[in-house]
């Protein structure tokens, strides 16, 4: 090592010397002693680290006095009051983003998660009894008024339904599943891993574009277990294909005393098809074939919180609840609230999609989404921010969340460009802004899809825009 490294690590400042400038500065308001002797440590331990592995050039920059390293451990521990979660504008025009955290909670959804979190619950009493009550019992009835199921449960997500329900139907058993129904959802997550951990074994049949009834009746066996149908959420085999329809495989089910299960994935609780889209088969739809149950994620079409929603008959779903595993994947209050809330708005469907925001999402008229572009615009040109120009135009939206990946979504952008900075340079800054707005890329401008945003985030894109034209 050269001598001025030897002689910059001899300077670098006592912890002691560091904690007493902390000290004048009331630095115990706002961490205790032993986080900030952890942080100071770390601090000088860093200081150590960039004497030894600075370039040469550099090295002359490397802080070593005190008064340095008392400021950076005083802004660490200013970070750590820093919220990391936090909201943001999605005007990604991709509806139920998985990275942005999917369905946007109704009002009266967050209503119930502050009144129930704020005092003590009967998440798990009887009320009527007077003794211990269950915690699916609060959405079960409605869940069954609104699907037509014998009973339910709720879990943590869908990925924790497919697991429980495997894990419970066809533990040492086999599971028989399509090769054209083996799929990623994302995120590292793959419906043949999750067979494995669930303890049940694959029986592939059939190929990855046809496969027939007769695959699967041949595949019958009694170590079968299950017969599990895969919502193929994020991906459409076109062309030729074959896929056995979920009656007969209910028939052939029923026939070998064998239970169907189908994850269904995204499951709709209306109809689409009223609102010009895709027809995406109903839960009602789907239990009525008879099926023995059925899964779905709470946060994807059904526009709630993060749950794995299982409905179907009463002695399976009894059978799932009493499995141990269950209660390692239970959920908690804060959700249950919220999808209760959630819920009650699908007792009148045709009014749903006015309260909760993905599904309104989905199925706004283009024209409603072009007015919203419009008064962007208008609030934008009286804001006369220096460099900036918009121009509205017609684009395609997302469903997103692996939910409807065919469905081109008719939207309007607000394309804006800057006089000077790059598309990619003024994206990069509006993800840094107090609230965050997240924006697609096209060459040389920005695009604000309308169909994500709503009036009241446009206060967000105008402090973010007015940001960019500051620099
Ligand atoms: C999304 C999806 C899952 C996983 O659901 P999460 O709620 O994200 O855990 C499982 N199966 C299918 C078919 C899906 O589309």
Redesign the pocket.
Same mark, same amino acid.
């Given at each position: 090592m050269d001598e001025k490294r030897k002689s910059m690590l001899k300077s670098l400042p006592k912890i002691d010397e560091i904690i007493g400038l902390l000290e004048k500065q009331g630095i115990y308001e706002k961490a205790s002693r032993e986080i900030v002797l952890e942080v100071c440590r770390s601090v000088v331990q860093k200081m150590r680290d960039d004497i030894l592995t600075a370039p040469d050039k550099k090295l002359p920059a490397v802080t070593t006095d005190s008064a340095g390293a008392a400021r950076y451990v005083l802004n660490q521990i200013n970070n750590l009051y820093a919220y990391r979660l936090k909201r943001l504008v999605n005007a990604t025009g991709v509806i139920l983003h998985t990275n942005l955290g999917r369905a946007p909670l109704c009002h009266e959804a967050l209503e119930r998660i502050l009144e129930v979190g704020r005092g003590y619950s009967n998440l798990e009493f009887n009320l009527e009894r007077g003794e211990r009550g269950l915690r699916y019992d609060h959405v079960s009835r409605l869940l069954c008024a609104l699907t037509g199921a014998e009973d339910a449960l709720i879990v943590n @997500? @869908?990925?924790?339904a497919?697991l429980l329900v495997l894990n419970t139907l066809a533990q040492h058993k086999e599971a028989i599943v399509s090769r054209g129904e083996l799929?990623e959802?994302g995120g590292e997550?793959r419906i043949p891993d999750v067979m494995t951990k669930s303890n049940s074994i694959l029986r592939e049949v059939g190929t990855t574009n046809r496969t027939r009834l007769s695959d699967y009746e041949k595949a019958i066996s009694p170590d079968t277990g299950v017969i599990l149908k895969?919502?193929t959420? @994020?991906y459409r085999i076109v062309g030729f294909t074959e896929e056995a329809e979920l009656t007969r495989l209910v028939a052939l089910g029923k026939q070998h005393g064998i239970p169907v299960f189908d &994850?269904l994935?995204?499951g709709c609780l209306v109809n689409l098809s009223d609102h010009g889209l895709q027809h995406e088969p109903t839960v009602r739809e789907v239990l009525a074939t008879d099926v023995d149950v059925v899964s779905f994620?709470g &946060?994807?079409l059904l526009g709630g919180p993060?749950a794995?929603i299982i409905v179907g008959k009463k002695d399976i779903v009894q059978k799932i609840k009493k499995n141990p595993l269950n209660r390692a994947l239970r959920i908690d209050k804060f959700t249950l609230a919220a999808l209760e809330a959630t819920l009650m708005h699908y007792l009148t469907p045709e009014k749903a999609a006015s309260s909760l925001r993905a599904l309104k999402a989905l199925t706004e008229g283009q024209g409603e989404v072009r007015k919203r572009a419009r008064k962007l615009m208008n609030k934008l040109n009286k804001a006369n921010i220096p460099h900036l120009t918009y121009e509205i135009r017609e684009d395609v939206a997302a469903a997103g969340?692996?939910s409807l990946p065919t469905q081109d979504i008719p939207t309007v952008v607000l394309a804006v460009r800057h006089k000077k900075l790059s598309a990619n340079r003024m994206e990069a800054m509006l993800r840094k802004t107090p609230v965050p707005v997240i924006v697609r890329v096209n060459e040389n401008e920005i695009l604000i899809d309308l169909r994500t945003v709503s009036e009241d985030e446009f206060g967000f894109i105008e402090d973010g825009l007015r940001q960019i034209s500051d620099q």
């Open positions: @997500n @869908n990925a924790a497919v799929i959802i997550f895969v919502h959420s @994020n &994850d994935g995204s994620s &946060d994807k993060q794995g969340g692996g």
